[in-house]
């Protein structure tokens, strides 16, 4: 039996999405039911959540990669938060705090990854380097989403793998760790400050970006004066309103195309023309809109 690893205790906090249309708050599954171990390094769970379920803020000691089957998750942490459609997936380092929503009814996959220095290995050092110590959207492969639905999902309460079924894991769990190493990174997650004004602020623009067009407009509730809150951005978040503005209206428009919607009605619920919105895309990530909305349609056949 493995020995279980102490898990990091849970600082308390408020509730990340406080201003969300919360149905459920649940906790965690038991994680030491899950606890990947040197003789299965990479474990998953799979639950079916309805939207707006909110698994409550939590850690563990190991790796953790999230990804949803037809629905559309929020990942928070203290500083940041992350919209993950369905054809990528986040990843959170060991030991750090965050909260799941969903954003719609989904299966939300969850592989556990043991790290190196917990008796991972060599086959685990590539989490050793420092781009997997901070948390990241990677685009998922139509192979990658294949092989993780593969994996078993049962606790360490179901009947124990047969040596066959666990070798068979051990080659999933592999190829999922060779995909993983090669997948685009997309840099979306929108960073969240510690002042208190300017994050009331940030979470009002999270739950609707287009309420407001100015920052003059969105200042009103502050009682801070229009040079305190840009000074804030740029201290705290190192970039100006309009800048992270646009952060949210790409994460909303992820959002958005995970409902098959077209891009010239995301634009239009964004504020935007069809033609100034794939601006701001390639601006900010560098790809066509339909490619970062993952719309991208195959090559014609050649003839």
């Known amino acids: 039996m493995p020995k279980p690893i102490a898990l990091p205790a849970v600082a308390a906090g408020v509730n990340p999405h406080r201003n969300a249309r919360t149905l459920a708050q649940i906790p965690i599954l038991d994680p030491l039911l899950y606890q990947p171990h040197a003789q299965r390094p990479v474990r998953s769970k799979m639950r079916e959540l309805d939207k707006d379920t909110l698994i409550m803020p939590h850690t563990h000691a190991w790796a953790q990669l999230a990804l949803s089957t037809g629905g559309v998750i929020r990942l928070s942490l203290a500083n940041a938060t992350y919209i993950v459609p369905p054809h990528r997936a986040v990843w959170v380092p060991p030991g750090v705090q965050h909260a799941v929503t969903m954003v719609e009814t989904?299966?939300?996959?969850?592989?556990?990854?043991?790290?190196?220095?917990?008796?991972?290995?060599?086959?685990?050092?590539?989490?050793?380097?420092?781009?997997?110590?901070?948390?990241?959207?990677?685009?998922?492969?139509?192979?990658?989403?294949?092989?993780?639905?593969?994996?078993?999902?049962?606790?360490d309460k179901s009947l124990p793998l047969t040596p066959a079924q666990q070798e068979r894991e051990l080659h999933l769990s592999a190829l999922v760790c060779d995909e993983l190493r090669r997948a685009p990174v997309i840099h979306l997650g929108i960073r969240l400050p510690k002042d208190k004004r300017l994050k009331n602020l940030c979470e009002a623009v999270l739950k609707d970006p287009t309420r407001h067009e100015t920052l003059e407009q969105w200042i009103l509730d502050t009682g801070a004066s229009l040079r305190t809150v840009a000074r804030l951005f740029r201290s705290e978040l190192g970039c100006t309103f309009t800048q992270w503005r646009q952060q949210v209206v790409l994460a909303h428009a992820v959002a958005?195309?995970?409902?098959?919607?077209?891009?010239?009605?995301?634009?239009?619920?964004?504020?935007?023309?069809?033609?100034?919105?794939?601006?701001?895309?390639?601006?900010?990530?560098?790809?066509?809109?339909?490619?970062?909305?993952?719309?991208?349609?195959?090559?014609?056949?050649?003839?």
């Open 106 to 155: 989904a299966r939300l996959y969850t592989l556990y990854f043991l790290p190196d220095t917990h008796g991972g290995g060599a086959q685990a050092r590539w989490m050793n380097d420092p781009i997997w110590q901070e948390c990241r959207v990677m685009e998922a492969s139509a192979l990658l989403r294949a092989l993780v639905v593969e994996m078993d999902i049962g606790s």
């Open 256 to 303: 958005l195309a995970a409902q098959q919607l077209p891009i010239a009605h995301i634009a239009a619920e964004l504020g935007y023309t069809p033609s100034a919105f794939s601006a701001l895309v390639r601006r900010t990530v560098g790809m066509t809109a339909a490619t970062f909305l993952g719309q991208q349609q195959p090559a014609p056949p050649a003839v």
